[in-house]
């Protein structure tokens, strides 16, 4: 890891300020390191801390990704951080979620390239390569959500030595885009801000609200995939994005098949699946 004195702090004091009677980020938990933004939210989640709470960390010592993996997470660079939220709706309702995360946050990374595209459920690439993922996490009593943490990497500023060897073909930072450092503090900003907008339309109105946007960012329709929702795996050309969150998909016999949840591999015909 390079060492890159020249990136300015993340300004707690400038979000705290912007982020005043929102409903979003009006409370602010900001800490150098911890394991997990998400492990701390859902500590706090779990003593009865408010909806709109969220955690900020500079750096994370075991961050957390999808499926068990890990998420890069060194320090003064990028943004790792967890949202409380406490909607009032069952559990089966909450994986569009997820999706309601993932267009705030393509929205928020095209504000400094267009070439950000949503890749279902929540990760966002530029040039196929992933810039950010997002880590829902939900705790139920009884059928209806206690609480859901949406936990959000966005690799702002890291360099290619940040990442593994591994990572270095599939991972991209914004600032690796945008040709100079991205100031993480307006990047925060600007995603709580985008986050409420959309969270408040999923209360209001449903994902259908969300939908159109959510297609629009698709950077899949149209793509050959395969899909592994845990249990399956399914193959076929992307179609769309269902009214409940689903990933359209149309097989190789003309079926339909919709997938609630699931990994993506984006399968390159002539050579397989190409990236995850
Ligand atoms: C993924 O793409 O697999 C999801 C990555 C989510 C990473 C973020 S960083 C902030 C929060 N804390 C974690 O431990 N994970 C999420």
């Known amino acids: 890891m390079t060492s890159d004195t020249s990136l300015p702090p993340l300004s707690i004091e400038t979000l705290h300020d912007a982020r005043a009677g929102a409903r979003i980020g009006c409370t602010l938990h900001y800490f150098d390191s911890v394991d997990s933004t998400n492990t701390v939210a859902h500590r706090l989640a779990t003593d009865g801390a408010a909806e709109g709470t969220v955690v900020i960390a500079d750096s994370q010592t075991k961050g957390r990704g999808r499926l068990g993996r890990s998420w890069v997470s060194p320090p003064r660079r990028n943004l790792y951080m967890s949202v409380i939220l406490r909607p009032a709706i069952v559990a089966g309702a909450a994986p569009p979620l997820s999706l309601v995360a993932g267009v705030a ?87 709580l801000s985008r986050l409420e907008q959309r969270y408040d339309q999923f209360l209001h109105g449903g994902f259908v609200i969300i939908r159109p946007v959510c297609e629009r960012l698709s950077g899949l329709t149209g793509q050959h995939v395969q899909v592994d929702d845990g249990a399956h795996r399914y193959a076929g050309l992307v179609t769309g994005i269902a009214a409940n969150g689903s ?24 050579e397989g699946p190409t990236e995850r």
Request: charged share 30%.
């Open 247 to 270: 990933l359209c998909l149309r097989d190789a016999t003309g079926r339909d098949i919709e997938v609630l949840v699931g990994d993506v591999s984006i399968i390159n015909t002539s």
């Open 105 to 191: 946050v393509a929205e928020t990374i095209r504000d400094w390239t267009p070439r950000a595209v949503l890749k279902w459920p929540n990760d966002v690439l530029i040039d196929r390569r992933k810039v950010s993922g997002v880590l829902t996490e939900m705790e139920a009593d009884d059928g209806w959500v206690r609480f859901v943490i949406v936990g959000i990497g966005v690799n702002i500023n890291s360099t290619a030595d940040d990442f593994p060897a591994e990572l270095r073909d599939t991972a991209v930072s914004l600032r690796d885009i945008v040709g100079a450092p991205v100031d993480r503090t307006a990047f925060a900003e600007s995603l």
